[in-house]
T-cell receptor, first 111, second 115 residues
């Protein structure tokens, strides 16, 4: 069974701090990795995708992928209260494959 | 911008009713998906479709069926609604990108309450 694991949280950080969200996956054959943000009562919104080892930066967000250790992380710099949401990690295992989602990590940014 | 729309944001139905949830995307995507999301259980895949008239069972297809008669529309059908189908239903559409990559986008969701 292919699995994607995330700490459920809640993760609480003060405004302006760096929030670090982690995700591990079970299958070494995975190819594509995604981070979704989901506000309470809303649908998931795609915020980052990463496909190769290393870092990918987009504004205040940085995705990090380490295939050897089978983890992917999301860093949010200068966290804002508006970043408070649940962050879902998703992994795609092959070319035509479905996305496998983690349970999500709830992030709370305190003013 | 990719746009995925769902027919209703909120729906209240009675046990035993037949329920239709509609999803439409306007980007000519081939791949479409139906999920349900429940507290503590995360996102679970019900059905998906890789093309018109094609459908594949996901992880929890029991009690559901789907229809994909046109590329832009993917319908989820609850043949006889039950209270354990009360949930948030999310449709997603996926576009291929260069190099075998994809981007998957969700609709706004339908919160279904079965009484």
């Amino acid at each position: 069974q292919k699995e994607v694991e995330q700490n459920s949280g809640p993760l609480s950080v003060p405004e302006g701090a760096i929030a670090s969200l982690n995700c591990t996956y079970s299958d070494r054959g995975s190819q594509s990795f995604f981070w979704y943000r989901q506000y309470s009562g809303k649908s998931p919104e795609l915020i980052m995708s990463i496909y190769s080892n290393g870092d990918k930066e987009d504004g205040r967000f940085t995705a990090q992928l380490n295939k050897a250790s089978q983890y992917v992380s999301l860093l949010i710099r200068d966290s804002q209260p508006s970043d408070s949401a649940t962050y879902l990690c998703a992994v795609r295992y092959n070319q035509g494959g479905k996305l496998i989602f983690g349970q999500g990590t709830e992030l709370s940014v305190k003013p | 911008d990719v746009k995925v729309t769902q027919s209703s944001r909120y729906l209240v139905k009675r046990t035993g009713e037949k329920v239709f949830l509609e999803c439409v995307q306007d980007m000519d995507h081939e791949n479409m998906f139906w999920y349900r999301q429940d507290p503590g259980l995360g996102l679970r895949l019900i059905y998906f479709s890789y093309d018109v008239k094609m459908k594949e069972k996901g992880d929890i297809p029991e009690g559901y069926s789907v229809s994909r008669e046109k590329k832009e529309r993917f319908s989820l059908i609850l043949e006889s609604a039950s209270t354990n189908q009360t949930s948030m239903y999310l449709c997603a559409s996926r576009t291929p990108l260069a190099g075998g990559r994809v981007a998957q986008y969700f609709g706004p969701g339908t919160r279904l309450l079965v009484l």
